[in-house]
Each structure stands twice: as C-alpha cells, then as structure tokens.
C-alpha cells in the first residue's frame, strides 16, 4: 500500500479538469506508459483515471518476468521490443526499475515438448533474439539445484536458454512511468473510478466518474480483469473471459537460482528475486472469476510441482499468496486498436497473463496510433477485428504457463 | 477448495470435481449470417456479478449442469439441470 508520504514522493497531487483530449482508463504499466509516450510526442492534455492506487491491478500482481522468446513472429516483434525499452528504462524514466536479466529456461520434459522450443529457437533467431536449445549438462550449469536425474515422473530432457530474459521490479515500473508522465504534464488521478462512457453522435464524448464527469474525444480502455465491464459501457462485446492467476511467495533464501524457471508440463513457473524469495506462478484457475481469493489447491499443486524441479527447497516457508485477475483471449494474444463502430475508443485489453512484459512496447505503440491516427504495423495482427476475419494469432504454445 | 457446487444428482462438491463450460448463450438460427456466428463463437459478457454458466461434473456423475454464481465472490446460487426452462431439453 502506499502511504501518504510515498504518494507525494511519486508525484504530486493534481486538480482534476472538466475535460482532457485523452483519458486513459486504468493506472497500471499499460495505461501509464501510454501516457508518458503521448507526452513524449507532445500530447500533454491526457488524463489516467485509476480507481483504487497506481499499480493496484495486474502491474503490481504478476511474477515481474519480462522475456521475449515467444512462439509466433507476430508475438516475438512485439516482446523483442519491449524487452529493448525495458533494458533502457531505469535511464529513460530516471527511476531504478532494478532489471536483472539472470536469463530464462522454459523445461521440456517430454519430447513433444522438446518439439516445441526447438520451434520456438527458430522462429526467436531468424527474429534475432538471443534464445537456443540446450541439453541437460549445459541447463547443470546455468541452474545446478534443478532435480536433473532420472527420479521426477517427467524428467527434464532439454530447455530453451532465453539470455536476455529476468525479472524487474514491477511497483517501480508503474512509480516510474507515473512520475516522470506527471512531470511532463499528464494528470494521474487515483482513486477515481470511470462509471459510464458517454457518446454524442455515435462518438465518444467523455467519461462519468464518481468524482463527476470529464469530456474527453478519446477514451483508452487499458484495464485488466475490467476490460469487458469497460466496453460494456459503449455496448462492445469482447471476446475476453476474466480469470484469475495466483502466486506465492517464500520466505528469503541466499541467492542460489539464477534463471527464472519455466515449466509447462508442471503447469509453474519459479524465480529467485533479488531479496532471495521465491515466486512461485501457475495457470490461470479454470474457471471464470473476479475473486482475488487465494486457494488452498493452488498452493498444494504449485509447491508439489516446483519440489520435482528444486527438491532443496522442502523446508523453506511459504511467506504469503494473492491472486490477480486476467482477461483471457481465444487465441492468448491480446486486443489492441480502435473499435469500428465507436470512433475515439480505443483498445488495449486482453492481456492475459502476459500483460506486464508488454507494457513499454504497448504503450509506445498505442500513443503512436493515438497522435497520428494511422494503426503501426507491429500491432496491425491484433486488431479487434481478428475475430470476425479468422485471422486468429495462437500464441498458447508461449503464452499458457510460461511467463 | 475454494467454493461448493450443489450438484443435483450427487449433492455439494468441491468445485475442483467440476469443469467450468462457459456462459449460457442462445445459439443462432441456422442459415444466420457469418458475424452472427462469430460473435457466438468469440464475444462473451464476461459479468462481474451474477452469471449463469454450464459447468460439467467431470469427477462425479459425468453430467452437464447450470450454475448461478456471483464472479465476484464465487457465492453459488441456484444450480439445476436447466435454469431457465424451455431453454435446454433436458437429457
């Protein structure tokens, strides 16, 4: 939570205006950085409605894993760039998002996994991101506390090594992004919650909040786990279900687990951050939920999964678990662009569980297509419009599980 | 566990014997225009409140049910074979 003193710290508070030519829903990575990009290229008069405190949703709720080694040539342009501006941010936005790029290996325990990366491998290195399949003496190297015998029901047979890929501090992201948008001039208003969207001629025409009502010319949706109730408001339907996804965290060890662990056949993901806790991750829960209510099945599974990979750790206590709520796509690709019908809304949804690595390049790209007008190519494949055409993305090899 | 379905055959359950089916939708009349039909292959209301969805008892009587339950706190309410009659034929 963060105190009043830390508040001011960030950024100062600012008077709400009767209108802005942008206003951003949702204070995370994607809406903040979406911010700061259009104060980058001049558009200044943009407001970010948030209505708990920045950070408060899926930015400060994910395992904080920043990779691009994913599975379609679409999904790897997209991350490749924003793992780029990640490596340049702390300078960028003069704020220390303590990046560790301790590399990332996503285990194959069966050889249709094994399949699997080697297709990934390929379609990452003619993309030319640094990402190779290894063998079990090279994976001894770069991670000796994994479980690398012939014991484990699914021994681990080979891995793909993701060198650029680690973990960053997700809480200073968005302080970053927030702060130095505030210090161009961008309105950063918490705790105001967007309870209606009001159109005028079939245009969007501004927002009601529970602090009254903002005219505005464009509304960006850029909320997760709230995308449909958003779009609801100008009577779109998206082809989103809210999940939710739980983690868990140990209590501090001496640093011994350098890359972030992956494994889908597990269903779990597993790093060390730079405190020495573990952060443990797994699946989506299977149904459809709002609830930010930990389970005790989560727990038991993921602990269980993550002792076939690290067995050393039996010991160690489990300090605390949360969950966070995820706007699943069909095909685990997320939803960005205009909506035909209703001229000035904008899209940045569907996120899924992928959402936080993808902030930089988001918001830099969805700010371009903002100020000109015209949609940039990288994010031309993830039009809304996908669905009614069949032109289905199928990211789910990369994106179920492996974060 | 982290909440109940009251199966009508085999009586309250944990929801981890259950598969989640999706929200109840109306299927299009046969012969409806291809954006009808994707949009009821895609779009979803997705409510934060209360939904009405098919869930599946995998682990028990192996039979399709519907469930109300409110999304934001995963209170259960009615459960039956059909919740709105006439919509379903039950089987």
Redesign the interface.
Known sequence: MIGPLRRWRVMRPQEQRSGYDVVIVGGGVHGLAIAYELAKRGVRDVAVLEKAYIGAGGSGRNTAIIRSNYRTPEGVAFYDESVRIYERLGVELGFNVLFSQHGHLTLAHTDSAVAGLRVRAEVNQLQGVDSVVVGVDEIRKLAPALDLSDRPRYPIQAALYHPPGGIIRHDAVVWGYARRAAEMGVHVHQGVEVTGIDLAAGRIAGVRTNHGSIRAGTVVNATAG?A??IA?MVGV??????HPLQALVTEPLKPFLNPVLVSATLHVYVSQTDRGELVIGAEI???????H?S???FMETSVAHVLELLPSVANVRVLRQWAGICDMT?DFSPIIGPVPDVPGFILDVGWGTYGFKAGPVAGRRVAELIATGQTPAVLAPFSIER??T?SLIGEKAAAAVSH | MSFLISCPRCGPRDVAEFQYGGELQSRPAPGSDIGEWSRYLYDRDNVAGIEKAWWFHRSGCRRWLQVERDTRTNEVGKVAWTLDQGTVVDG
């Open positions: 709230w449909s109730t609801a339907r998206l082809p989103i279900v809210t829960d299977p149904y459809a939920s709002y609830s209510r389970t005790l099945s069909p669905f009614a069949g």
